[in-house]
């Protein structure tokens, strides 16, 4: 499938600011089963760009900004072809096709950021809201990575936020609510609480019913370690394993490392900023 994407980001300053650095991550991840044909980038006003690679082998690209201006637009779009592969087409380990499973001794080494337990309080308060609604929990390992992905998409009420910030797994459980960054941060607390290595992925999502239309935002899911199968996509929001409409821009053992725009201005007084974002997804092909 070609998709074409198109991402917009649009301050607007109520006096004129000096611009800081930016780093944008927007670019889609190539893979085996992902390919990204063309990518460009826009900006008001006009920007030296250059690219990194950061500490989990992403590619940000870094911005620096010479004049001052009361807009700030930065635009970016770009065709990716993905590959059409079953969601479910991968072999696990046989040590680890039925759960619960300990990686043996080099994957938990290698994973072990990926590892790390929340806070206490957390992990009590999820292993609680789990036992009220996950009794039933099947033996088999991928089965019970479904269970529980649709487990917390039918529990949870999606309600998009457009203030910045991530809510904490405990938030999303009390509220019972949140958007697809907080469902997707719960499923990894849930999932690390449980001993199963997960982090963050940021990206875009082909949508067919929304006209090409990402409600103005990117997309977030979680990927998991399955030993003989690798990182697995996970989307809570939707309650499905990923395929071929899922284009993975970055991923993070926290959220935060991997905001689509990060960066700040200079102003002598105060200054309001509004924001304004907008994402496109079509097929293309």
């Given amino acids: 499938m070609q998709l074409e994407i198109s991402h917009q980001t649009r301050y607007e300053y109520d006096r004129e600011v000096q611009l800081h650095p930016h780093l944008l991550y927007v670019r889609p991840r190539e893979n085996p089963l992902l390919q990204v044909n063309r990518f460009a980038f826009?900006?008001?006003?006009?920007?030296?760009?250059?690219?990194?690679?950061?500490?989990f082998d992403n590619l940000p690209a870094s911005a620096q900004f010479t004049a001052s201006a009361t807009t700030l637009d930065i635009r970016s779009e770009c065709t990716v072809t993905t590959t059409d592969t079953?969601?479910?087409?991968?072999?696990?380990?046989?040590?680890?096709?039925?759960?619960?499973?300990?990686y043996e001794p080099l994957h938990r080494f290698n994973l072990s950021i990926y590892l790390t337990l929340p806070d206490i309080a957390t992990q009590e308060a999820v292993r609680r809201w789990l036992a009220t609604r996950f009794a039933n929990r099947p033996k088999e390992t991928v089965a019970w990575l479904f269970a529980l992905n649709q487990?917390?998409?039918r529990s949870l009420t999606y309600q998009r936020r457009d203030e910045p910030g991530i809510q904490t797994a405990l938030t999303t459980i009390t509220l019972g609510s949140g958007s697809c960054r907080d469902y997707a941060v719960l499923l990894i607390e849930c999932a690390r609480t449980l001993g199963v290595a997960a982090r963050f992925v940021s990206g875009y999502m082909f949508d067919p019913s929304s006209n090409g239309s990402a409600a103005g935002a990117m997309h977030a899911w979680t990927e998991v370690f399955l030993p003989g199968?690798?990182?697995?996509?996970?989307?809570?929001?939707?309650?499905?394993?990923?395929?071929?409409?899922?284009?993975?821009?970055?991923?993070?053992?926290?959220?935060?490392?991997?905001?689509?725009?990060?960066?700040?201005?200079?102003?002598?007084?105060?200054?309001?900023?509004?924001?304004t974002t907008d994402v496109r997804v079509h097929q293309v092909k």
């Fill in 42 to 55: 826009s900006f008001q006003p006009e920007a030296k760009v250059a690219w990194m690679r950061d500490d």
């Fill in 151 to 153: 487990i917390i998409c």
């Fill in 86 to 102: 079953p969601p479910f087409d991968f072999l696990v380990r046989d040590y680890a096709t039925a759960f619960p499973f300990v």
């Fill in 229 to 275: 199968a690798g990182w697995i996509g996970m989307d809570p929001t939707h309650g499905i394993f990923c395929q071929n409409a899922y284009v993975p821009v970055a991923h993070a053992v926290v959220a935060e490392s991997v905001n689509p725009i990060q960066g700040s201005f200079f102003s002598a007084t105060p200054a309001v900023a509004r924001l």
